[in-house]
């Protein structure tokens, strides 16, 4: 299964391998984890599906699945009938929340019997801009140990495992003794937690994975990090709400009337290729930096005095490059609001003016302009954002 991997991937797909445009760096970080002994996997938010973009040896040998069969995956591919809801709806909202999780689950090899294992997920944040560009979850078996009971029988243990009556064992004085045990009954247990030691073990895994992605990711200059970061005066958006805002073709920025300075919080890519700078260059900045010697101050205040009023403004005005060319910019800005109606952010539209003579009547620049602030509504309100 082929996939597209996110800009920031520290992960090379197949087809980049075929047509040889892969980057060497991301081998070494396959090789270096591939040494490392855990059960984990490794996965993009920023991909349709939140797919698999990486799964260790040890996470193959557990599960009994090849590597084809699980790259480009999404983790669902291996809970069954008896995974527990409420824990896949705790991954979920840690997920949502970018923010780490660790639960028991009863997951399913490929020749269909079960496990127990203590599911432990951290996310992992790219160090300039502060996004969520990986999700690591490893993965330990909860395993059962053989107690004496001191009559020569043995009991078997399951971590802290709930179940009053187990198929193939009694009960006696609150102990299940082991008679003998399908792997399919451990369906029948409610729940079970991991030990300390299983905890310890889950820790020192995620800390490892970590360490090798740290490392590696310096050589490839897509610095990562196990906690989030972002440009002085800049939010960090959610990776929801990056994907979102990512779909929008044309050029536009975000910025956030509650901070200081109210700076940009996100630049699209036909922003980017419009002005010619690089997003690190544009993030945390004030709009007031494409301004120059010659830009009309009157516009300027114009737009000032909307930005304040909360209202929306189209103007044109002169604007410069980062090689100081200039450029006429209709401009239209227009404010975000949230689910309460407080208005969140304000997004400003760029269209260069030499452009407009080329534009059909059906795709007239302000139509555009307005078409981009629907969209940009419709995805700061369905991302669950928090907002000042």
């Known amino acids: 299964m082929s996939i597209t991997q996110s800009p920031s991937s520290l992960f090379t797909t197949e087809e980049e391998k075929k047509e040889g445009t892969f980057d060497a ?41 090849s590597l084809e069969e699980v790259i480009g995956r999404n983790g669902r ?123 310890l073990k889950s820790a020192e895994a995620v800390n490892n994975v970590l360490a090798v992605l740290t490392r590696y990711s310096e050589f490839a200059g897509r610095l990562v990090c196990g906690k989030r970061s972002c440009l002085r005066g800049a939010e960090c958006l959610s990776s929801s709400l990056v994907i979102s805002l990512g779909r ?38 004030n709009c007031r930096f494409l301004s120059g010697v010659d830009t009309d101050s009157s516009v300027l205040y114009e737009m000032k005095e909307c930005i304040l009023k909360g209202k929306p403004c189209t103007v044109q005005i002169l604007n410069y490059r980062k090689d100081k060319s200039t450029f006429w910019n209709l401009l239209h800005i227009s404010p975000v609001r949230n689910a309460s109606g407080k208005t969140a952010y304000f997004v400003g539209v760029q269209v260069e003016a030499s452009c407009r003579d080329t534009e059909s009547k059906d795709l007239r620049p302000e139509t555009r302009q307005l078409s981009v602030v629907g969209a940009v509504r419709v995805a700061v309100r369905s991302s669950f954002m928090v907002t000042c």
């Not at 260790?56 to 599960?63: A, C, D, E, N, V």
């Not at 929340?97 to 951290?122: A, C, D, T």
């Not at 975000?254 to 260059?281: Q, W």
């Open 248 to 285: 929008i073709k044309q050029s536009f920025v975000l910025t956030n009337p509650c901070l200081p300075d109210m700076p940009i919080v996100y630049a699209s890519d036909a922003f980017l290729t419009l002005t010619g700078y690089k997003r690190h260059e544009v993030l945390g900045q």
């Open 25 to 65: 760096y991301s081998l070494w970080i396959k090789e270096a984890l591939e040494e490392l002994p855990h059960s984990f996997t490794i996965t993009d938010p920023f991909i349709s599906g939140h797919p698999i973009v990486f799964a260790s040896p040890g996470f193959l040998k557990m599960t009994g699945y």
């Open 77 to 199: 591919t291996f809970q069954g009938p008896k995974t527990n809801r409420r824990s896949i709806m705790e991954i979920r909202e840690a997920i949502r929340e970018e923010r780490p999780v660790q639960v028991s689950l009863l997951n399913y090899r490929k020749s269909g019997s079960p496990f127990w294992m203590l599911f432990h997920m951290i996310p992992v944040f790219g160090e300039g801009d502060g996004r969520v560009i990986h999700f690591v979850a490893v993965q330990v078996p909860i395993s059962g140990q053989r107690v004496g009971n001191g009559s020569g029988l043995s009991e078997m243990v399951f971590g802290s495992c709930r179940r009053e009556v187990c198929l193939g064992s009694y009960v006696c004085q609150d102990r299940a003794v082991q008679v003998e045990m399908d792997e399919r009954e451990l369906e029948n247990w409610e729940h079970c937690e991991a030990s300390e030691s299983e905890r």
